[in-house]
């Protein structure tokens, strides 16, 4: 056996690998929707298989069942992954590792290295993660980690676990200036390589395609589907249509884009969304993670962040799927409209494409307007017309609808969601020689706290039609013809009598609006939120380029760089200094103790050094015996000294001291003088 | 070169850190490295910062730069852990050559806490103490002595790894006053010469009074005047005074009593018949004859440690080998 400290094998402390489980759930948690269900099994059977040997009651599995546990789970997370590599599989091989290492969880180095691969387990859930509610768990995740690692290095102290989070507590407060320094001036460099990060991700949002009814399931959720910031005044309510795609190709069934959309390598996208001051006509989207391409706008909007390009038909585009949250940038535009004066004879076919049969009565109707009326406009009025005054229904629950949907919408039920009427719409604007198209997107959205910003949900989803008349691209909304409130304020309004808004979602704090406790607390939530994204989470690039030259000159990523240099260096220097200067005061603090070490040094220089151990009184004896001329100073000096430590001190003790030092002092010096002259007599 | 090296260093050492029974440890003689596992959390800091870099994310970053801060915080805590801290060799040990020589080191902590302190001796097994602020800890390290005579307790490694075991700070307390070790006791083969020259000393000995009478129970046939009668009326004992029989000679131990046998099987001889003598119930009074030295005939635990110790240290100064 080697004799150096490490290396001795040593025994987990109980309450260090508690705490290393805690950390492990709580770090855990970020992934659980993520993750497979056996795996999050496997991973609590495992631990707590190790917390029962803890306890004496089972043994460590043998080194067989060992290998049968890994490649066992190794051949189902195989199985699982199918080849795939993306950042979502790492990750959950990461959880695998970890729940594995438990079963192998002996020594002390085995626990360094789960407390290794549990800190980067930390780092990868901020991959998916970043709102503030779940970094505050996540770092919470990681305190316990040092927590325990404490525990493990000094078990036999008393309240380990509180001792150690006070000390932890100390020294994230002394280091947090500096933490603050490098988040704030530390490079932000462009990705070395790219990896994707997740491998077809079910989120709720928009889709490229619509069917009837897909629309209705996104009004159950509340989920935030983006956030805006204007720089000027916010549109009105009814003004403000997001869109999103355009689907333009009928199938019968569901409406889909005809272009394949391109296909950008799956990769982060760049969430730096511009920067400066948002100028009157800009606004800000900062847009949550919906793994697509597209991006929310107003009509008329040119891009400002170079992280959105825009496509003929004024929708914007990222570069890369969005797969985390995302900000950008875009101005309205003061002469909308005329970015296309005729229709090209393909882009004519495309968006008067219809199957070839199907639905024959809106044809009819069709034919019957097409006829009755001049001019295309006075179709898409008749038709818009035909919705306001007939008894048509807007409802969240309309009637199943299988086979010619157009038709049964318009002529039998008359009950349906927008997506029912903007693709009757359409429909019958085709079948009467009129293009138009579907537009995806949102449409309203709230007021987030003080009105400074708008929160656009799920619920807000909408389709609508845009037809093509007098040479240029008209939007039309059969919804609003019928349900004029969803149009001026919004879902809730428009299925009150109904009672349907958010039926499904009773945990939502969405639902609960009309309580004024819930609804501020809601909104101040979001607000910290979206400030947290804004500032902290979207602090890339340009922002932090835009913020080094509002704080002075414009600066280069290199020069930022030795500014991190610098404030590394500064700090450590700083860190220094103070802890010199800690152990310089800690020397001198006690002027007593000063006082008596002088008088011991004093002692020891007249030849009578201070033995280990000894009280200040025994070396008076012995002292007093050598100088009997100062025998009863000596004895003062050291009850006093007694006195101050052991029963009261006194303010006069120091002066005391002090001036009994400088007799003892002349003292002797008188002392060995009269000797050495004494000496010199028996001499002569 | 090897040699070279390990000379330099020890010289190096013997600059920095003097030998001396008390020692201080202040930022002149601590020294402060990462351990393993710590090098293996500066890898995985790097891999969080270019995952960070990587995916742009800022979260990371933060929680890399708070990691990093949170590791050089902790070298700090690690050195003053062990700054300040005293150590006083409190007793140089004594004991048999093959035994483990215990040494007692005081460590005094006069101003903090100093937590999961490890004292390692050059060839013993690590002690770990935890002293409050102004107390002390007494820690007994053992070395193992193979040879009679001094022995010193060698470098003393002192070590810390509190708070995380991701940074070492160690020192070497090095005490200067050394430890006895007696020969291995060996039962001599055969029984020793009895020497002219010794029995007339011993004779002049007995003859000077009682002191050396060896006592022994009273058995049938004793005279009366012979018990011990004060002695009865304080134990209830009958113990006869019996000087006069041959047991009344003290025994003297001579190094010259066993001739063919080089001098450290001699010594071994002596260690093992005054061990065994010093065991006897009662006791019996034994003297030591050693070349240039006599130990007069007495009886006890002192004087046992005496005559050990006069082995142990025969024909050496202090810090010499055999």
Redesign the interface.
Known sequence: MS????D?PTGIPGKALIWLMAGFALLLIPQWDRLPPWLLGACVVLASWRWVVQQGYMRMPSRWLRYALMFGLLGFYVATVQGRFT?DTAASFFVLALGLKWMETRT??DF?VLF?IL??L???N??FV?SLAW?VL??AG?LIL?VS??V???P??PAPVRQ?AR??GW??L??LP??IL??VF?P??A?????P?VSGQATTGITDSMEPGSISDLAQSSARAFRVTFGGDIPPYPERYWRGLILDRFDGRRWTQSEAPPSGRAA?V???GGVGVLEAGQYDVLQEPTFQRWAFALADSMPVSDNIVETPDNLFRFRRPAD?SVRYRLALSSTPGDWLTELSADDRRRYLQLPVEGNPRARELAAELRGRYESPRGVVDSLMRRFREQPYFYTLRPPAMTDNHVDRLLFDDRRGFCAHYASATAFVLRAAGIPARVVAGYHGGSAGANNAYLIIRQYDAHAWVEVWLDGRWHRIDPTGQIAPERIESGLRDAMAAEGSFLANAWASPERYQNIPMVRWVSLQVDRLNYNWQRW??????QSQLDLMSRLGNRMSLAQLGYLTAGVVGG??LI?GLV??S??YR?RH?DPVMVQLQRWQRLLAKAGLPVI??ETPAATAARAADCWPECASDLEAFARLVNRHYYQSANKQDLLTLSALNKRIKTQMKAATRNRGARIGETMT | MYARLSEYWSRWLDRRIPRNDRARLSQRNLFILPTSAGVVFGLLLLITLITGINYQNSLILLLTFFLGAVFVAAMHQTHSNLSGVEFTLVSAGEGFAGEAIPFVVRATSPDHEAIALTLVAADGSPVTASIKAGEYQDVTLLRSARQRGYVSLGDVRVETRFPFGLLKAWSWVRPGTLGIVYPKPIAPPYAPVALEGGTEDSQALVSLGQDHAELRPWREGDMSQRVLWKRFARTGDMVIADWQGEAGNPEWFDYDAYPGADRELRLSYLAAAITERAGANPPVPYGLRLPGLDIAPDSGKLHEAVCLRALATFGLTPGERV
């Open positions: 004799t150096r400290a490490g001795r950042v002390a180095r360094y290794f800190i980067y930390s780092a990868v901020f991959l970043t970094t996540n770092l990681v040092l690692l404490q493990l290095n000094a036999d102290q150690g000390r932890l020294m994230m002394k280091t500096v933490v490098l988040f530390f932000r460099m990705p070395l390589w790219s990896v990060m982060p760049a969430i730096d985390s902290v989470v979207g602090y890339q690039g700090a450590l860190a802890s010199l800690a152990q800690r603090r280990a151990g």
